[in-house]
Protein backbone atom coordinates (compact mmCIF):
# COMPACT_ATOMS: atom_id res chain seq x y z
CA UNK A 1 0.00 0.00 0.00
CA UNK A 2 1.31 3.43 -0.88
CA UNK A 3 1.50 5.97 1.50
CA UNK A 4 2.88 9.54 1.32
CA UNK A 5 2.60 11.63 4.92
CA UNK A 6 3.29 15.42 4.94
CA UNK A 7 4.19 16.96 8.23
CA UNK A 8 5.47 20.07 9.28
CA UNK A 9 3.46 22.88 8.29
CA UNK A 10 1.93 25.54 9.93
CA UNK A 11 1.57 29.14 10.83
CA UNK A 12 4.11 31.65 10.52
CA UNK A 13 4.57 35.42 10.05
CA UNK A 14 6.24 37.11 6.88
CA UNK A 15 9.69 36.53 6.16
CA UNK A 16 10.13 33.18 8.87
CA UNK A 17 10.79 29.67 7.97
CA UNK A 18 9.41 26.71 8.07
CA UNK A 19 10.50 22.85 6.89
CA UNK A 20 8.22 19.80 5.13
CA UNK A 21 8.47 16.56 5.45
CA UNK A 22 7.04 13.95 3.48
CA UNK A 23 7.26 9.80 4.68
CA UNK A 24 7.18 7.43 1.64
CA UNK A 25 6.51 3.91 1.85
CA UNK A 26 4.78 1.05 -0.45
CA UNK A 27 6.56 2.10 -3.84
CA UNK A 28 10.54 2.56 -4.89
CA UNK A 29 11.00 5.99 -3.64
CA UNK A 30 14.75 5.70 -4.65
CA UNK A 31 13.91 5.64 -8.14
CA UNK A 32 10.74 7.89 -8.49
CA UNK A 33 10.64 11.26 -9.54
CA UNK A 34 9.18 13.44 -5.93
CA UNK A 35 7.84 16.73 -6.15
CA UNK A 36 6.25 19.34 -4.06
CA UNK A 37 2.73 21.31 -5.05
CA UNK A 38 0.46 23.76 -3.69
CA UNK A 39 -3.18 24.63 -3.44
CA UNK A 40 -4.68 27.96 -1.89
CA UNK A 41 -8.10 28.34 -1.64
CA UNK A 42 -9.92 28.96 -4.99
CA UNK A 43 -7.21 28.44 -7.27
CA UNK A 44 -5.48 25.17 -8.72
CA UNK A 45 -2.40 22.88 -7.51
CA UNK A 46 0.85 24.04 -9.37
CA UNK A 47 3.91 22.66 -8.90
CA UNK A 48 6.45 24.16 -6.59
CA UNK A 49 9.47 22.19 -7.33
CA UNK A 50 10.82 18.98 -8.02
CA UNK A 51 13.78 16.42 -7.54
CA UNK A 52 14.62 13.73 -9.49
CA UNK A 53 16.11 10.03 -8.32
CA UNK A 54 19.46 11.49 -7.99
CA UNK A 55 19.20 14.98 -6.61
CA UNK A 56 18.73 17.12 -9.07
CA UNK A 57 16.34 19.74 -8.30
CA UNK A 58 14.17 22.00 -10.09
CA UNK A 59 12.09 24.80 -8.94
CA UNK A 60 9.56 27.03 -10.77
CA UNK A 61 10.58 31.03 -10.27
CA UNK A 62 8.58 32.09 -7.98
CA UNK A 63 10.00 29.69 -4.82
CA UNK A 64 13.76 29.95 -6.40
CA UNK A 65 16.04 31.04 -4.12
CA UNK A 66 14.09 30.73 -1.21
CA UNK A 67 12.79 27.31 -1.09
CA UNK A 68 15.00 23.99 -0.75
CA UNK A 69 13.47 20.61 -1.98
CA UNK A 70 15.81 17.64 -1.10
CA UNK A 71 15.09 13.27 -0.37
CA UNK A 72 16.89 11.12 1.75
CA UNK A 73 16.35 7.55 -0.57
CA UNK A 74 17.62 5.99 2.86
CA UNK A 75 14.45 6.69 4.72
CA UNK A 76 12.54 7.04 2.11
CA UNK A 77 11.72 11.19 3.01
CA UNK A 78 11.40 13.95 0.47
CA UNK A 79 11.94 17.46 2.20
CA UNK A 80 10.78 21.01 1.89
CA UNK A 81 13.12 23.77 3.33
CA UNK A 82 10.73 27.02 3.28
CA UNK A 83 12.68 30.34 3.79
CA UNK A 84 11.66 34.35 3.70
CA UNK A 85 8.35 33.44 3.82
CA UNK A 86 5.44 35.67 2.08
CA UNK A 87 1.60 35.68 2.34
CA UNK A 88 1.20 34.48 -1.02
CA UNK A 89 3.15 31.01 0.15
CA UNK A 90 -0.42 30.61 2.40
CA UNK A 91 -1.63 27.31 0.95
CA UNK A 92 -2.22 23.55 1.32
CA UNK A 93 0.75 21.46 0.29
CA UNK A 94 1.32 18.24 -1.06
CA UNK A 95 4.11 15.93 -1.79
CA UNK A 96 3.75 13.59 -4.67
CA UNK A 97 5.47 11.07 -6.36
CA UNK A 98 5.50 9.79 -9.99
CA UNK A 99 8.11 7.93 -12.78
CA UNK A 100 10.84 9.87 -14.59
CA UNK A 101 9.25 10.22 -17.82
CA UNK A 102 11.96 10.09 -21.01
CA UNK A 103 14.51 10.07 -17.70
CA UNK A 104 13.19 13.55 -16.57
CA UNK A 105 11.10 14.93 -13.98
CA UNK A 106 8.19 17.77 -14.51
CA UNK A 107 6.05 20.07 -12.52
CA UNK A 108 3.17 18.63 -13.99
CA UNK A 109 0.57 17.61 -11.90
CA UNK A 110 -0.29 14.29 -14.34
CA UNK A 111 2.99 13.15 -14.27
CA UNK A 112 2.92 12.14 -10.52
CA UNK A 113 0.85 8.94 -9.67
CA UNK A 114 0.61 8.92 -6.12
CA UNK A 115 -0.16 12.10 -3.66
CA UNK A 116 -0.37 12.70 0.01
CA UNK A 117 -3.42 14.46 2.15
CA UNK A 118 -1.41 17.71 2.19
CA UNK A 119 -0.11 20.01 5.26
CA UNK A 120 -1.23 23.48 5.48
CA UNK A 121 1.01 26.48 6.03
CA UNK A 122 -0.28 30.01 6.53
CA UNK A 123 1.95 33.17 6.31
CA UNK A 124 1.02 35.85 8.09
CA UNK A 125 1.50 39.47 7.09
Known amino acids: QVRLVESGGGSVQAGGSLRLSCAAS????????MGWFRQAPGKEREGVGDISSDGETSYRDFVKGRFTISRDNAKATLYLEMNSLIPEDTATYYC???????????????????WGQGTQVTVSS
Open 96 to 114: AAGRPRGGQCFWAVQTYTY
Open 26 to 33: GFPFSTYC
